[in-house]
């Protein structure tokens, strides 16, 4: 055996040697998980962050027990450095580096859900939105009447005006996003369902069928009830009776309604008291749902001029006469 066949033959060696570690290593690399519990890892990539800062993070934060090197070299031959977008990311149990590169290039950012439910006031909202701590805030008046200044509609009242859904949000998100948001899809709800609306409705505008939809929200949370509700209203309005609707009433009360509504409360007069003004009040005094817009909209046909709670799952009984109504009243109501 020659010396020259004896440093090939060792070189051929090391060479083979080198060639399992690093494939050792790069098999490491692209099968060992990160260090993450099940719930997973909320990691933020900040506005011009890069993937050496990142693979740095991921191991000095714990997550991974690789060199960072190593992410950082994968990502530049593979031409993904710069690909990186900045939020928010869940880095699941079981993820790998090149699966975590992958995430971070996607943009598929955490989505927080936040739900405005229908029924509750425009200042409910405004407040639970302030103080929702995922939301970055913005609004410093929070007033009912600032906050649609603030949004560019100095002109309208507000109430009403903000579509009950559930909205997805990323992180930097402010109070004042998510009010557009829903202030805007309002807007569209009312237009469309207007254009299809039925013949001979006894409102001049959408806005005032979206006052009428707002009772309607705050009188029944049974759903077919409401077209019933609604055609009670709207034949209200068409014979000239006044709407004789509490909800309203607390409404104009404002912070004076203690949960308790008097009679005292019925023959104030306000703006809202349905009980000694006829018509329409002058705003919405809720948040209403598409369905309670479809039902004002398309009241069910009938005769029932009066409805009364039964006390049983939310339910009304609807009478046609006063003298039914009032015997409905004393069964359901004072119990006699």
Request: charged share 20%; with cysteine; hydrophobic share 35%.
């Amino acid at each position: 055996m020659t010396k020259t066949f004896k440093i090939v033959s060792a070189l051929l060696i090391m060479l083979i040697l080198l060639t399992t570690a690093i494939w050792h290593q790069y098999d490491r690399f692209m099968t060992t998980p990160l260090i993450v519990n099940e719930e997973g890892y909320v990691y933020t990539v900040k506005a011009g962050s890069n993937l050496q800062k990142i693979s740095r993070e991921l191991y000095a934060t714990g997550l991974s027990s690789l060199p960072p090197n190593y992410l950082y070299f994968y990502g530049r031959l593979k031409s993904k450095a710069h690909l990186i977008k900045a939020g928010e990311y869940l880095i699941k149990p079981g993820t790998t580096l090149p699966q975590c590169l992958d995430l971070l290039i996607s943009g598929k950012v955490i989505q927080y859900p936040l739900t405005i439910v229908e029924g509750m006031t425009a200042q409910q909202l405004i407040n639970m939105l302030v103080a929702d701590t995922r939301l970055k805030n913005e609004l410093t008046d929070t007033s009912l009447k600032q906050v649609m200044i603030t949004l560019g509609h100095p002109d309208k009242h507000g109430e009403g005006e903000f579509s009950p859904e559930t909205y997805y949000f990323t992180a930097g998100t402010t109070d004042k996003e998510i009010l557009r948001r829903a202030h805007l899809m309002m807007s569209e709800i009312l237009e469309e369902k207007w254009k299809n609306r039925a013949d001979n409705l006894p409102y001049k505008t959408p806005y005032e069928a979206l006052i009428m939809a707002s009772i309607i929200e705050k009188e029944s949370g049974i759903a077919e009830e409401r077209p019933q509700i609604a055609g009670v209203f709207v034949r209200r309005l068409q014979k000239r009776m006044r709407l004789q609707t509490d909800p309203t009433v607390i409404y104009g009360l404002g912070s004076k309604f203690d949960g308790n509504i008097r009679r005292k409360d019925l023959t104030t007069d306000t703006p809202y008291n349905t009980y000694t003004r006829y018509g329409l009040p002058p705003t919405p005094i809720a948040l209403p749902s598409k369905e309670s817009i479809d039902a004002a909209l398309h009241p069910a046909p009938g005769n029932s001029l009066y409805f009364v709670a039964t006390g049983h799952e939310g339910r009304h009984i609807f009478s046609d006469t006063l003298t039914a109504h009032n015997k409905a009243v004393r069964k359901y109501q004072l119990k006699k």
